[in-house]
């Protein structure tokens, strides 16, 4: 059933305590008390084919979106076939490793067969389907002595000691305004994927391009004017509120040339008297990104 709704794999895993240090995410530490009635945590991996390393549409995101409903929808037929199930939220890489399922990365991500690391986890709380174990899903650490992902991570969360969650970009991405340096190295909406793009375990995977519906929701113009009511729906409003996309369009187009300056001026000023404030900071940055790049073609000029 989880297949027809695009998941590839799903693990039936008990619902065992793991405790967390922190808990910022308010994941489910305790299934068997928060669900009595479930037999087991349904794991559900959801993969995805990524776009060319240069695109900016996140396909995590939109993947993400996709998988979410998909899980909705498996709910609601469960329940109507009356099979008790509901949405949980666990700590889901401590529950594959656990479970001897797939392997860690060094960038803190999970390889599981034949994804690599493309893939959303999704997972629900079941009855009557008892866990099972998966002695063929274990894998062999492929990192060993390989360092791509720290050489190609721009934030330096990854060295020899490990993976640095405080240095890491995405974390610092989860609210709409960003600080500078995180616009200053920003390639996809949303999201960093570069160690997913410099891991060898996803270098084989196909990859795929943005659909048009999502090359003209995310088209750089559209949105740094403020209409991102479609690339909204296609990536999830919990990712996308606050006017986060029209901010990271304005960093985008303005550090990287993409809309004429005389158009950039106007959409700067429009986005000046936004009321979201990740909006006003992005236009500050994108007005002082033209004058840098207008002293740097004045420069060249001469």
Known sequence: MAGEYGFGKVFFLPPAAVPLQSNPHRLVTDPAAEFPFAASIAVMVFPYAPFNANERIPAYYLASNTAYFGMKALIKRLNEAGVRAEKA??????????????????????????????????????????????????????????????????????????????RCMRPRMETADHEDSIRDRQRTYIGCEICQYACPMNAGLPKAEPSPEAREAFDEERLAMGDAKAARALVGRNMSS?????????????????????RLDELIEAAGASPFPAVRSAAEYAARKLRENARQAEKDGN
């Open 242 to 262: 606050n006017g986060r996309l029209t901010a990271e369009a304005l960093a985008f187009a303005a550090r990287d040339g993409l809309i004429a300056p005389e």
């Open 89 to 166: 939220e666990i700590p889901l890489k401590i529950a594959l490793d656990r479970a001897g399922i797939g392997a860690p990365l060094r960038n803190s991500l999970r390889a599981v067969r034949p994804y690599g690391s493309r893939f959303v986890l999704m997972s629900i709380a079941v009855e009557g389907l008892p866990p099972l174990e998966y002695p063929d899903e274990a894998l062999l650490s492929p990192c060993k002595s390989c360092t791509a992902c720290e050489r190609a991570c721009p934030s330096g969360a990854i060295d020899e000691e490990g993976f640095h969650l405080d």
